[in-house]
């Protein structure tokens, strides 16, 4: 559903030198997986993603995504995708009824199928309760939940989400979990970007370590550990990114108490 | 384009500005409710002024009353009048300033006798004008005093036996055919233009911040940007919301100020039943200023996109607000309707608004500037889209508007050598433009040619040069400083000799229909006439290098290199075509300019040396004197001479035009013979890729990428 091919993404700095944000990323993810994109702050995470989901153009390279390439048809690309980040927001004097309608309507859905899938959608979410109250009056949790249910409202095949529990408590952070895994279920392609490396191990089908720009491995926990001698995935995330970790201790093993 | 599209995204941000008191307030609050308000407010209070003004008896003090026994008579007699009692001089000052007298009549001694007997007398009327009411008291005992003066003359008529009507041999009448509407109209012409540029700005702000910084601060324009909208469509759909609003808060604030103001003056005695609205003259000014609506609706939303967020925007906006405001200066001024004033932004609208209102419009001139006004319009428009389509809008760290670029000149003699940034060349032109306006007439004394070279050297390059070594630029970059091929040096000279009957005949045709002021055209003659006479070939070449150098170093320098980076070449080339053009402080000039400066910064690009261009500028400078001091020799340095030299358009004759052409004909094709040449960084911003490499490559860097 996703493939990605040497992506590359570079910017001018003020005293006019290139800099590459993303200097030839490969990936793929598949339908009904859930592909974490794991890496340090800087690494090129939310330029890969935004180039993906066309709000960034890349420099070079190609993507292919539910079977339309990113250059040639972006905006097919766009009918194909639903996207969520951080940093994205919803509208703070529109309900979420409101907010999943206009969604709706922006990816052309007729009328009625519309009014069906938006109930669908706020039950999915659990969002019922507080659809007609304006946003900017819900809570963190909630706001994440209705700008979930805005990515997801047109049913795409793919879901891209950049560091989607940012910020959030755990409760909440379980919440979005157990809805991605929910969109991986119901057969779509989830490609999914953070930091944290226990929600890598806890949801992701398959993680990718992202560092300078570059996919540096891929694969699931168990081929990553495989592949750098490590016993789990913070072990392999290290080895990937060439940083020594500070602790590498085998799984089963009893630490000895410090004597001081 | 989809309709559907932008119906959809209309109605969401309707919606949304529906439940945003803010706009509201500022769209239907003050125009339906402050004018009213306020028009209550002051009339109540005004007119209860002016009517106990009206019916207030006034104390005055006459000194000597014995001597104009008549005066005391008529002042006594006077109901609006009460006399003091008798007292000195002193005394009735003292009265007059602590307010117990309203005023001071003081005739000289004996003052009846001495007028009877034909002796002209002046009586002084002391007032203290820091009073309110003083401009009425002092207008009754005018009157009064003028009674006085006619009973006199009566008086010394009558002892000559001599009618009192040998002083009425004419009678002057007025009769007024201006219509109700016409005179209701002159009123509103000062202040309607700008009310409706600045309440339409005021209408349009909060839509197009919420359209635009709110959605950046907020996240949702990413949750746009990822839809299969394009961002055309996004930008038509909010930019419509914008000019609604604006237009519907400019029609309210006409419909609102011009009922308030007939209402209120209709209560003045003095303008009962003289006023009228005239609808048709109301709908035609409400279209004159649709176009600069639509202008300053755009910069609005310019703004927004140039914010990070609502304070930034804030700011960005307060002196933006103050554009309108030329048009109250405008409106004082009254200038007279020329093409130059009709293309002239916001003095167009201004101008055409009191033609309309005051009933004198033709259909030219309104067309004229209706049309101008809206080139303006698409032209900031289309500003607004190209900001709306770069991929940096949805990077919370873009700052557009961020003096980096000045920060690390102050930085002085640290760092590595660089290009400068928009921000330092936009700074550097406004120092050279402050400089110039300031000190151009002081620097280098009276006399032309170490006025010139002292300007050029001081106030034009070494600014440029100050900053680039502060800012440590690249030398080569920054300024071009390449050898050229010959073809490029020869094709410097044709142009430069090429383009001086060219563009004597092109200023010809322009004022035509756009004809200079003769007592600039003369000052500026005269500039010049005397020097040449006496030194034509050395101010020639003097005046020719120092403007070929200093000039082309600057604006071809640093400011040029700072606009290559951030726009495609021909933007650049615009840009700093007109920079160059507006610096030379001539509206007149400023298209022909610009045209120059465009294909001087053509040849820099094209040849990627600075060097064609700067003899292209000075041969033409020289040439443009040398041709000036032929004339005078030709025609003398009288007021023929002074004629010829301010006409030197209409002397070309058709065979310097035919060779002027040829000249620059074969200039163009000898700086294009050779290929763009690969400077470093690239010319046009674009990497260079050899062509066995055919990967697809988007544009890099910096400057606005066009999404799809």
């Not at chain 2, 945003?20 to 500022?26: G, H, T």
């Not at chain 2, 911040?209 to 746009?224: D, H, I, P, V």
């Not at chain 2, 064609?612 to 340095?637: F, N």
């Amino acid at each position: 559903m996703i493939e990605v091919r040497e992506l590359t993404k570079t910017y001018e700095d003020p005293d006019g030198g290139i800099v590459p944000a993303v200097a030839g990323a490969t990936l793929t993810c598949r339908a009904g997986e859930i592909y974490g994109l794991l890496g340090p702050n800087g690494a090129g995470k939310t330029t890969t993603l935004r180039c993906l989901a066309t709000v960034l153009t890349p420099t070079s390279g190609t993507a292919v995504i539910a079977g339309h390439d990113l250059l040639r048809d972006p905006e097919a690309v766009r009918r194909s995708i639903g996207f969520l980040s951080a940093t994205t927001g919803n509208y703070a004097r529109l309900t979420p009824r409101e907010t999943l309608r206009f969604f709706g309507s922006l990816y052309g859905m007729e009328k009625d199928r519309l009014g069906a899938r938006v109930e669908e959608v706020l039950n999915l979410f659990d969002i019922t309760s507080y659809a007609d109250r304006p946003n900017d009056r819900l809570s963190t949790g909630m706001k994440q939940r209705v700008g979930l249910a805005r990515a997801v409202v047109h049913d795409p095949p793919v879901v891209i989400l950049d560091e989607p529990t940012s910020g959030l408590d755990p409760i909440v952070t379980h919440t979005v979990e157990e809805a991605v895994l929910s969109l991986a279920r119901a057969g779509k392609c989830v490609l999914l970007s953070t930091h944290a490396l226990s929600q890598a191990e806890d949801i992701c089908t398959r993680v990718g370590i992202i560092g300078h720009g570059r996919v540096l491995g891929e694969g699931t926990v168990e081929d990553l550990c495989q592949r750098t001698g490590t016993h789990n995935l913070r072990g392999a995330f290290f080895a990937l990114l060439g940083h020594a970790p500070t602790r590498n201790v085998p799984p089963g093993t009893t630490l000895a108490p410090d004597p001081h | 384009m989809r309709f559907s599209i932008i119906k959809v995204v209309f109605f969401k941000e309707l919606r949304e500005t529906l439940r945003d008191r803010r706009s509201l307030a500022v769209m239907f609050g003050i125009p339906l409710l402050l004018y009213p308000l306020v028009a209550i407010g002051i009339s109540g209070i005004g007119v209860a002024k002016l009517k106990r003004a009206a019916e207030e008896t006034r104390t005055v003090a006459l000194l000597d009353a014995e001597g104009v026994p008549h005066l005391a008579k008529m002042i006594r007699e006077n109901p609006k009048f009460k006399l003091a009692p008798d007292t000195s001089a002193d005394e009735a000052l003292a009265a007059l300033k602590d307010r117990r007298i309203d005023a001071i009549l003081n005739p000289p001694k004996d003052a009846e006798r001495r007028a009877l007997a034909s002796e002209e007398v002046v009586i002084s009327l002391d007032l203290d004008r820091s009073r309110t009411e003083s401009a009425v008291i002092e207008q009754r005992l005018l009157k009064l005093l003028g009674d006085y003066e006619k009973w006199v003359i009566g008086e010394r008529l009558r002892t000559r036996n001599v009618p009192d009507t040998v002083l009425r041999p004419v009678q002057a009448q007025t009769i007024d055919v201006a219509t109700g509407g016409q005179r209701l109209g002159m009123m509103l012409a000062l202040m309607l233009p700008n009310i409706l540029l600045v309440t339409g700005m005021l209408g349009a702000f909060f839509p197009a911040l919420n359209a635009t910084t709110t959605e950046r601060e907020a996240g949702t324009l990413e949750t746009l940007l990822v839809t299969p909208a394009g961002r055309t469509e996004l930008l038509v759909a909010k930019g419509i919301l914008v000019l609604l609003s604006s237009f519907l808060t400019a029609g309210l604030n006409l419909v609102s100020m011009s009922l308030v103001l007939w209402k209120a003056l209709s209560m003045i005695e003095a303008f009962k039943g003289v006023l009228d609205i005239n609808a048709t003259a109301m709908l035609l000014t409400y279209l004159a200023a649709l176009p600069a609506l639509i202008f300053f609706s755009a910069v609005v939303l310019v703004v927004g996109l140039l914010a990070r967020n609502f304070r930034e925007a804030n700011a960005f906006a307060t002196p933006v607000m103050l554009i309108p405001l030329a048009s109250v200066a405008i409106s004082m001024a009254e200038p007279a309707i020329t093409p130059g004033i009709l293309v002239t932004p916001v003095a167009s609208t201004t101008v055409i608004i009191r033609e309309v209102l005051t009933g004198h419009v033709t259909l030219g001139a309104y067309v004229l500037a209706f049309a101008s006004s809206l080139l303006y319009a698409g032209i900031m428009v289309s500003l607004a889209a190209r900001l709306f389509s770069t991929e940096q809008l949805v990077n919370p760290a873009w700052e557009p508007l961020s003096l980096k670029g000045l920060r690390k000149t102050a930085q002085i003699g640290r760092g590595p050598r660089r290009l400068p940034a928009i921000d330092e060349a936009l700074i550097l032109f406004v120092v050279c433009l402050l400089l110039l306006f300031y000190l151009g007439d002081v620097v280098g004394g009276p006399r032309l040619l170490p006025k010139v070279v002292a300007t050029q050297i001081l106030l034009v390059l070494g600014p440029a040069l100050l900053f680039a070594f502060l800012g440590r630029y690249d030398w080569v970059r920054t300024f071009s400083l390449r050898r050229p091929g010959w073809p490029a040096i020869i094709g410097g000279v044709c142009l430069g000799i090429g383009l001086t009957p060219v563009v004597r005949y092109l200023g010809t045709f322009q004022d035509w229909f756009w004809p200079r002021d003769t007592e600039s055209m003369r000052a500026h003659a005269e500039m010049f006439i005397r020097p040449l006479m006496e030194h034509p070939w050395l101010i020639s070449a003097v005046v020719g290098v120092m403007a070929g150098v200093c000039e082309e170093l600057l604006y071809r320098g640093p400011i040029f290199a700072a606009l290559r980076r951030r726009l495609s070449i021909w933007p650049a080339i615009a840009a700093s075509a007109v920079l160059f053009a507006a610096a030379h402080l001539d509206v007149h000039g400023l298209p022909i300019r610009t045209g120059l400066g465009m294909l001087l910064g053509y040849l820099v690009w094209r040849t990627g040396s600075i060097l064609p261009a700067m003899i292209a500028h000075g041969l033409y400078d020289a040439a443009q004197l040398a041709y000036a001091a032929i004339m005078i020799r030709t025609y003398g340095s009288g007021a023929e001479g002074d004629i010829a030299v301010a006409n030197l358009g209409s002397t070309v004759n058709l065979v310097q035009l035919g060779i002027g052409c040829l000249l620059t004909g074969a200039g163009l094709y000898l700086v294009t013979r050779r290929p763009i040449p690969a400077t470093d960084p690239p010319a046009d911003g674009l990497p260079v890729v050899p062509a066995a490499d055919a990967t697809p490559v988007a544009p890099a860097a910096g400057g606005a990428v066009p999404l799809h």
